[in-house]
């Protein structure tokens, strides 16, 4: 856990701290936010006899649970599709795994996959509100691309990966952290998700991960 | 004597009323028939080939009912004959059902491919015909009906017709399969026959149809020679012509005057794309062809090329400009002249499609060679040399793909239930798998059953049930959803085009049509379209009146030299060095080897050729063992890896058929000094498994596996949206597999389909080997040389590095500031 290495952003007066986890620690609120986890997506692919290795979300969750007990988080923010679909049985694995931290509050943005009935978050503890704003800071799973009255926002739902080009026709494709003029896209946590490449303006700040270092690229 | 008998005799009348004289190949087989073997028959298209087998088993069937064959009639499936193409499937028919009607025996011929229509399906379900012709898919689809036994009770001879076409492939797997399962239930009763043209390793051929262990097969050789003549059509200025390029549109003009002199021209491209090209291009040059030429190829409407077949029957049409498309199938009588733009790559696909021409037994074949860049004609040289030497190609059988494995189980599974030691008994005695061990099939078992290892209590795996030694599919949801993806042709998501107005054009690649804005203009079926907009996996365009418009490049039109070429080419090379060269392919080539020599050297036999060259993209390496893209690209991964093990390097890779280049930003430590080492046999295995491209290559071949092993669901025809949650992408899939369950048998496959299939590690043993007792000789041209630019320009690359990714990000960013 050492060996990683974040970065710390000083952007819109607060301290975000990149991780190559796929996460972003928010020093000022204590929060750890995370986007597009799409738990149990390998179970739902197994329960339809597509045969992807088990143990998936069990790994997603762990790295999680290191982040937390690594940062000491008040609150974790899931910038939406906390789930990837109905429920399964990794509802119940989730349920055990969320009383190890009883006391930190869950709050999910609900995403275009977040399907399951109101009843099923609430026994999990989770809140779930369709956008969220707090000290300013506003949060809603799809991008928006024009000025939405707040300070700043930050969204998910793209799954963002950037393209870097150079000499002797080099190219690298790597997910990312992109920070546009009023919204911020944070990368998918889930292992078990695609990417998209971003085509960001030239003077937006994106931040790369490379293997287990956060390096920016613009 | 078998010459005496009834049926004999009835055949023979017949065959003398219509003035018909059998070939010595087809008494051969019909002798062998009667005698109860197996066996290929190896003969050229045009020469009856069909009846060969299909008399024989006539005669079998008279002599066994001499005296009611004339009304015997619901006599059960007898015989299956077995097609890779539907097209070909009503052709036979109808030349079989006019034999019967003649000989007035009342089978009835039916047909079963994925046109076949819902009542016939049933009809033949009720009552099978006598003959059935089906493809490979089809089969599988019968297998996977419950109460399937029952349909094949009867059956007694199955023929696989144009074996050598399935044989290297996973369709030629499945009909290993589907035959395992055939033999299992008929057991001694079945005889199974091939016919074939004539490939590199027709004796394996015959043991990959009848399994290692048979021992009553025979081929039979039809021993008639088809007459080709090949022309090349030479650029008339050499000196301007394109050294790069793979559309010869340049040349279009002296391709006319062939079509004019002739009665139907077949124009042989290698890509959709370049069809599509040379298809509005020879309309523009020539507009009195308008209504007189047509396009074929895989991504046109299937109703729109069943016309255009038609017509080439008919002898409507003056030229069609065609990709493989038109490689196989039947025969078009009007067709005089073939023109093949570009290099065919191989001896057997330029033979097939020369055959294409003059069909009548005893007619020459014409075919005409046209160059898209200026060293292609030293191929044409090649490829003559190669036909006068009868050099074809083997067609090498697919092994252990676990893949179609999994597919013809649940297959199995959807429809009756199989019993294991019963079809581990049957498969373990095909070619295919052989040598498959009980481990493997117990992990392919489990695959099933329990999706793989590493469960814990909160698994929901569903897919086969296992009661004791049996294994059944009870979802009826997840037997229909089987029964959707039986096949192994994969291809990339297609969406269907059609007018806003309604009018069905034809499928296009779903990564091409992303890439378009609302408005673009694009080329499909030769027309100009507008893209407007993508509704339920439909594309809707109007008519364009753009001059400009994108034309699809589509996947899977590149392909590699065979190795036959290859050594054909470079001897070629020699002779042109010599200058005592009489082809004039060769004595065109002359001014571009005096460049190629002046500005750097044209390699001898005995010589590598290297040329070292910098430009403003950075500093370039090439190498020319011309042994083909396939081993190139091996070649250059494995050079690129040892190079970086002299110093942290990156590499972007290109190559094509003649050699390779290797890029970086940085100097390329090769020297005379160290040249023989790098090109070493030395720790090859070891070296190729590091160097990184195995794991892409192996990722790239995993995309059809994990689509034919049924990991990603392509979701029901018209009902994409509904099972959106169930979409994921082969690369993703990969990465899991990967990182989670690296043991997985699927992912052992694509890694052995890249080594063993893809690398060519024998072939590539030999070239190092080659080399070795070879002199190198290194160069450094001023500027870029003939032999070069074509691999230069070449836009598809590879990447092999030894920097940590760190490093190369930190250099990718001072570099763009």
Wanted: net charge neutral.
């Amino acid at each position: 856990m050492d060996s990683v290495v974040g970065e710390i952003f000083h952007f819109q007066q607060q301290h975000w701290h990149l991780l190559p986890q796929r996460a972003i620690f928010w020093e000022e609120e204590k929060t750890l936010i995370v986007s597009d986890m799409h738990l149990g997506k390998a179970t739902h692919f197994r329960k339809a006899g597509i045969a992807v290795p088990a143990g998936i979300e069990q790994e997603d969750l762990f790295r999680l649970q290191q982040l937390i007990t690594r940062y000491l988080p008040q609150r974790i923010i899931i910038v939406g599709d906390m789930f990837h679909s109905t429920e399964n049985n990794d509802v119940q694995y989730f349920r055990v795994w969320r009383q190890q931290f009883a006391n930190i509050s869950i709050n999910l943005v609900k995403g275009n996959h977040d399907i399951m009935p109101d009843a099923v978050y609430e026994q999990l503890q989770i809140q779930v509100n369709t956008t969220l704003t707090i000290s300013g800071i506003h949060f809603i799973h799809e991008p928006c691309d024009d000025h939405n009255g707040f300070q700043y926002t930050f969204s998910g739902h793209f799954h963002p990966a950037f393209v870097m080009q150079g000499a002797g026709k080099q190219r690298l494709r790597l997910p990312c952290f992109y920070f546009g003029p009023h919204c911020g896209i944070l990368p998918a946590f889930g292992h078990f998700t695609g990417s998209a490449t971003l085509d960001p303006a030239a003077h937006d700040p994106v931040f790369v991960i490379a293997g287990k270092s956060i390096i920016r690229a613009q | 004597m078998q010459q005496r008998s009834g049926g004999w005799k009835v055949i023979h009348q017949w065959l003398e009323g219509n003035e018909f004289k059998p070939f010595k190949f087809q008494e051969d087989a019909w002798k062998a028939y009667l005698q109860g073997k197996s066996g290929i028959v190896n003969a050229p298209t045009g020469f009856g080939k069909t009846f060969s087998l299909f008399l024989g088993v006539l005669i079998a069937w008279i002599d066994a009912h001499p005296k009611d064959y004339t009304h015997k009639t619901k006599n059960g499936l007898q015989l299956l004959w077995i097609t890779p193409l539907r097209a070909l499937a009503k052709d036979i028919a109808r030349a079989m059902e006019a034999v019967l009607q003649e000989l007035n025996i009342p089978w009835q011929v039916g047909i079963r491919s994925g046109d076949t229509s819902l009542a016939t399906r049933a009809a033949q379900k009720k009552q099978m015909p006598e003959i059935l012709l089906i493809t490979p898919e089809s089969l599988h689809l019968l297998l996977a009906q419950k109460e399937y036994p029952n349909l094949f009770k009867h059956l007694h001879t199955v023929v696989v017709d144009e074996w050598h076409e399935l044989i290297g492939s996973k369709r030629g797997v499945m009909v290993e399969l589907g035959l395992s399962r055939l033999k299992g239930l008929r057991k001694e009763q079945l005889k199974v026959w091939g016919i074939s043209a004539t490939i590199g390793n027709l004796d394996e051929a015959l043991e990959v149809l009848l399994g290692p262990y048979h021992n009553d097969g025979l081929i039979i050789r039809a021993k008639l020679k088809k007459n080709i003549a090949l022309k090349s059509v030479i650029p008339q200025e050499i000196e301007n012509y394109p050294w790069a390029g793979h559309l010869g549109i340049k040349m279009l003009p002296q391709a006319l005057p062939v079509i004019h002199d002739s009665q139907t021209t077949l124009i042989f491209t290698n890509t959709r794309s370049q069809s599509e090209i040379w298809y509005q291009a020879l309309l523009k040059e020539d507009p009195m062809l308008a209504g007189a030429l047509a396009l074929h190829h895989g991504s046109i409407d299937m109703e729109l090329r069943i016309w255009v077949e038609e017509a080439l029957h008919n002898g409507i049409l003056k030229a069609v400009v065609c990709t493989a498309s038109l490689d196989l199938g039947v025969d078009f009588r009007p067709v005089d002249s073939v023109i093949q733009v570009g290099s065919p790559k191989g001896v057997a696909r330029f033979l097939q499609r020369a055959g294409r021409s003059g069909h009548q037994p005893g007619a020459v074949s014409k075919i005409f060679f046209l160059p898209t860049h200026a060293l292609e004609l030293v191929e044409a040289a090649a490829l003559k040399a190669a036909m006068e030497e009868e050099l074809i190609e083997s067609r090498m059988p697919v092994l252990l793909a676990y893949d179609v494995l999994l597919q013809y189980l649940m297959t199995l599974a959807v429809s009756d239930g199989f019993h294991a030691a019963e079809i581990w008994e049957e498969i373990s005695r095909t070619f295919c798998y052989q040598h498959i061990t009980e481990d493997e099939w117990l992990w392919l078992l489990s695959f099933l059953t329990t999706g793989g290892d590493a469960l814990g209590s909160y698994d929901e795996f569903r897919k086969v049930e296992r009661e004791g030694d049996f294994f059944i599919c009870r979802s009826r949801m997840m037997a229909m959803r089987h029964r959707l993806h039986i096949g192994t042709i994969v291809s990339d998501a297609m969406l269907k085009v059609k007018f806003m107005t309604g009018g069905y054009i034809g499928v296009i690649e779903e990564s091409f049509i992303s890439r378009l804005q609302p408005g673009d203009s694009f080329t499909l079926a030769g027309r100009n379209l507008e893209f407007t907009l993508i509704k339920d996996m439909t594309v809707l365009v109007r008519k364009s009146n753009s001059k400009r418009s994108i034309v699809p490049s589509y996947q899977g039109g590149r392909i590699p030299l065979s190795s036959n070429l290859g050594r054909m080419l470079r001897q070629k090379f020699n002779e042109a060095l010599s200058g005592k060269s009489r082809d004039p392919e060769l004595i065109a080539l002359q001014p571009l080897f005096q460049l190629q020599e002046t500005l750097s050297h044209i390699p001898k036999d005995n010589e590598l050729l290297i040329e070292k060259i910098n430009t403003k993209d950075g500093y370039h390496l090439f190498v020319y063992p011309f042994e083909g893209r396939l081993v190139h690209e091996v070649m250059a991964a494995l050079l690129a890896y040892r190079l970086s093990l002299i110093q942290p390097i990156t590499f972007s890779i290109a190559m094509n058929d003649y050699g390779f280049e290797l890029l970086s930003d940085q100097p390329i430590p090769l020297t005379l000094e160290n040249a023989k080492q790098l090109f070493s046999t030395d720790n090859l295995l070891i070296e190729l498994q590091t160097s990184v491209n195995a794991t892409e290559m192996a990722r790239r071949k995993f995309r059809d596996i994990a689509v034919i092993a049924g990991l990603i669901f392509q979701g029901y025809p018209g009902k994409h949206k509904a099972n959106r949650h169930l979409q994921s992408s082969a690369s993703l899939l990969f990465n899991v597999f990967k990182d989670y369950d690296p043991q997985n048998l699927l992912l052992k496959q694509a890694f052995n389909e890249a080594f063993f299939y893809q690398m060519e590690e024998a072939r590539l043993r030999e070239t190092l080997e080659r080399i070795a007792v070879s002199k190198i000789v290194i160069t450094t041209p001023q500027r870029l040389t003939p032999f070069c630019f074509p691999i230069k320009v070449d836009s598809l690359r590879d990447t092999m590095t030894s920097e940590k990714l760190e490093d190369r990000i930190k250099k990718l960013i001072t570099t763009n500031d």
